[in-house]
């Protein structure tokens, strides 16, 4: 069973876990298989445990665990040149960091954000010089009048949303339109746009003015060359780390001597 979904079907009351891939009712995991999975993935894998739990929306606690955990890492894990550009604020830019790491990391194909040139509204206003009359003959000229006009937003087509979905639809698979003429079948590939992952990542500036907050005289390129790499390194940990607690959980729930 994967971590996810057993979280999904999470609930302290009466624990009815069942996997669909067991076949025999006599397999099927208890609430206390379950709950022991839990505890031993907690303990092998702490970060990704927590990352997951705080991904699946459990509790607010579990996020804030898990932006500790990933905080440790990353003190303990940043580059010198950090250290050295961060200086005394080190602390507080390496927190804003996996804050926004993690932020980061549970952006998924469904979240969408209020549009940024519409405010959410979903249409923007302007100004417009609107005729009023069309005028008769030489000695009365056509009339306009200025007024405020509101246009439907181009950015996000007046659903005052933007999807972070990419434009496989999420899939982060697209057809492969060479090789699928050439072989006569459907033979997919990877999305080139979002590299698998089925939405869009956002390119960081966020992180960047966080940061800078802290640091005033931090510069773009310098954040582009030292800072940004390390970023996109607190996203994948928390990344692989999902995947360790996960094949964690799956190898406690399929051993037999957890049966017994
Ligand atoms: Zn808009
Ligand atoms: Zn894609």
Known sequence: MNLESALKHFAPKG???SDSSRATASNALTGTDVMGAFGM???KSPLGFSAVLAKAGI????K???IQHLLEYARA???RLIVKGAGKN???CLTAMCRLAFDEYTRSAATTHACPDCHGKGVTSGIANVMVHPGCGEKTPAKYRIESTETQCVTCHGKGKISARCRCNGSGRVRDIEKSKFLGCVVEKECERCSGVGF???PGSKAFKVVSMHLNDLHIRTWTRNWKPFFDELVSKLESEESHADSVFKSVT???SFHE
């Not at 509790?59 to 579990?62: G, P, R, V, Y």
């Open 15 to 17: 624990m009815n876990i």
């Open 41 to 43: 993935c907690q303990s």
């Open 59 to 62: 509790s607010e606690e579990d």
């Open 64 to 66: 804030e665990r898990a």
């Open 77 to 79: 894990n940043t580059p």
């Open 90 to 92: 080190l602390i507080p």
């Open 200 to 202: 869009r990542r956002s």
């Open 254 to 256: 399929r051993s037999s």
